[in-house]
């Protein structure tokens, strides 16, 4: 009984894991699937999972749409700007935090992880203010200009935390053969972090190219809307019946690139998790 039941848990195990992953991979399943079908088959009174002769009409049309390629340009052109300024300023502030003995350090980070307890729609409309007040909406900036002052104290702590982990006698021997905080910055530190460094970007990558209220809030311009607008008006337009197969089919070429990223980054964000748990 005792060799059988270790083989039973496991066994119990898998058939709960499978599960869950077909329960987790269903909304994906049926997003691709009305993507294929037409109109009558998506709204059918019946469930139909399968289309029996899977069409590509959808994506053809939306490909056709200058609506639709004028926004998957202003994603991409907003999420590269906004990751890289982001993730740069992160990296150094995280460095300054973790590597350099400076005044009033302590203080100032602990200011700065007190700002995590400020729920983000308590600062939807002073930002809003502020930013009108500089004449940035409509525009970009207020999309991308604030990351680059280190947006996301907590993502700015875990990276922190993981350089806090280098030994600082690598610092000191780089100092002997004359290298600055630069060099230290670029050479040694910047390596070492590789890991938690692509599971930052992954999750700011994530957040920027999914985000939809605060880009609705500050374009307010058609020709500025990002992809998760631009699917909110396909559903929100007023006909009889809604087209479904192009609202899936945008919604897949908008999840695309958040499955790709994620295929590349899933090795350093499982290094990332075993390293900490190691620490």
Do not use: C
């Amino acid at each position: 009984m005792r060799t059988v039941w270790p083989i039973i848990k496991r066994f119990v195990l898998y058939i709960f894991l499978t599960g869950a992953t077909i329960m987790m991979s269903f909304p994906l399943f049926w997003m691709i699937s009305s993507s294929l079908k037409t109109i009558d088959e998506t709204n059918s009174a019946g469930i139909v999972w399968f289309p029996p002769k899977p069409t590509l009409e959808a994506y053809i049309n939306i490909f056709h749409n200058s609506a639709f390629l004028r926004s998957y340009f202003n994603s991409v052109f907003y999420t590269t700007l906004a990751l890289v300024g982001t993730l740069a300023s992160i990296a150094v502030v995280a460095y300054a935090f973790s590597r350099i003995d400076w005044p009033g350090r302590n203080l100032v980070f602990f200011l700065m992880l007190s700002t995590m307890m400020i729920p983000a729609q308590a600062l939807l409309v002073p930002q809003y203010v502020f930013f009108n007040k500089l004449g940035w909406v409509g525009t970009f900036n207020p999309l991308i200009i604030p990351g680059y002052f280190a947006g996301g104290a907590a993502m700015v702590f875990l990276l922190r935390q993981s350089m806090a982990q280098i030994p600082k006698e690598l610092d000191e021997s780089a100092v002997v053969d004359g290298a600055n905080h630069l060099q230290i910055f670029w050479e040694i530190v910047l390596p070492l972090v590789k890991a938690p460094l692509a599971t930052i970007a992954t999750f700011l990558f994530v957040g920027f190219w999914s985000s939809l209220l605060v880009p609705l809030m500050y374009l307010q311009t058609v020709g500025l809307y990002t992809l998760p607008i631009y699917v909110s008006t396909l559903y929100n337009i007023n006909l009889t019946v809604q087209p479904w197969p192009t609202i899936m089919a945008a919604a897949v070429l908008t999840t695309v690139p958040l499955m790709v990223v994620f295929f590349f980054a899933q090795r350093y964000i499982l290094e990332s998790v075993v390293i900490s748990g190691l620490k």
